[in-house]
Each structure stands twice: as C-alpha cells, then as structure tokens.
C-alpha cells in the first residue's frame, strides 16, 4: 500500500465513524485495486487442466485471444485472456503477424468453443489448448504456418511444424524466418540501447 492509502486509513480510523467490518471490507478492495485486480480471481484454481467453454470475443494476435467464459458451475460470464499453449504466434510488428492474426479470427472469432486450461503465465493468461467442434485450433495454426511449435514450452506440433516447413506454408515462404522470442529479445535489447544512449 502506498503512503496516501495509509493516510486515508488513518484518518478513519481516528474518525470511528465506519464499522469494523466495512473498514475491513475497504481495506481488501484498497488491497486489491494495488495488487492488480482481474476477473481472474474469481475463477477457481481448480479449473486447471479442466474443460472450459465460451464465445471468442476478440483475437488479439496469433496467439491470443479474449473469451467470454461460461463459468462452472454458476454459469456466470467472465471476460479471460486466454494465450494458446504450445504455439508461438509472429509479433503484430513482425512478419506474418498480421496474417497470424486474421488467420485465427477466421477460424475463431465470435465463435463457440471449448478449452483445456494447462496453466497460468506471468501476464496472468490462461494457458489453454483451444478447440472448435472437436478441432485443435493451436494445431491448425502451426500446421497451416501461421504459429511456431514453442518448443521450449513444449514439443506437441513439431512434427507440423515440420510439415508446415517442408510444404513452406505461411510464414515458412521467408527465407529469414525469425521465431516471436528472437524477435522480442532484439526488439527488448533495441529498446535498453536506446535508454542506455
């Protein structure tokens, strides 16, 4: 918490005009805005490695999109950014991302599908194998070019990825092919060079 929300406690603290429990009923919402609140939060933990289902709202990139989850079993609607597992997408900037990008909102949006959640990242995303009408749409994006196997996260589309590259689908036409994570750390040390300057 910062000093400005210790303050503010304080001073109502020494007013005592508010119960107990909504002074605590506060403390927790202050807690929470400062932590980052996400709609995350409320769905269980113990979804991981479960089934979930919903409408594909938006397609971010290649490998990203935004659902409009039916929760379990309330079927209350949660909005969750959903990264898809095993595949690395090119970079809006990059080449072929655009195309990645339109070619899963093709496949994908406003669409009713179902996922397998496998885990959580640093960004706070499901990590989620993604299929519609039974079809495993990460694999669909490796093996038509528009995705890398992300190997260091998994080994599960490599044989197409190595199809994709003997057939040269999609971004597998360059002949300077760079995977996103090069592109990301060239474009993050670009980046540190030009602070640093």
Not at 54 to 70: P, W, Y
Not at 112 to 128: A, H, M, P, Q, T
Not at 143 to 151: D, R, S, V
Request: zero cysteines.
């Amino acid at each position: 918490m910062n000093s400005k929300t210790i303050t503010l406690l304080k001073r109502i603290l020494k007013a005592k005009k508010l119960s107990l429990s909504l002074l605590i009923a506060i403390i927790v919402l202050i807690f929470s805005f400062n932590q980052g609140f996400s709609f995350n939060a409320f769905l269980p933990q113990q979804n991981l490695g479960k089934e979930l289902t919903g409408k594909v709202s938006k397609v971010i990139d290649g490998d990203t999109i935004e659902l409009l989850a039916k929760e379990n079993p309330y079927h209350h609607i949660t909005k969750l950014k959903i990264r898809l597992y095993g595949i690395d997408a090119p970079e809006l900037k990059q080449a072929y991302g655009k195309e990645a990008k339109e070619f899963l909102s093709a496949l994908v949006l406003k669409q009713e599908v179902s996922l397998i959640i496998e885990n959580k990242d640093k960004y706070d995303r499901f990590v989620s194998t993604l299929f519609l009408k039974g079809q495993d749409i990460n694999k669909e994006m490796v093996k038509n070019g528009y995705a890398h196997a992300y190997e260091s996260f998994s080994k599960k589309y490599l044989a197409e990825q190595a199809n994709a590259k003997i057939f040269k689908l999609g971004l597998w036409q360059d002949e300077r092919v760079m995977s996103p994570s090069e592109f990301r750390m060239l474009k993050n040390e670009a980046s540190l060079f030009f602070f640093k300057r």
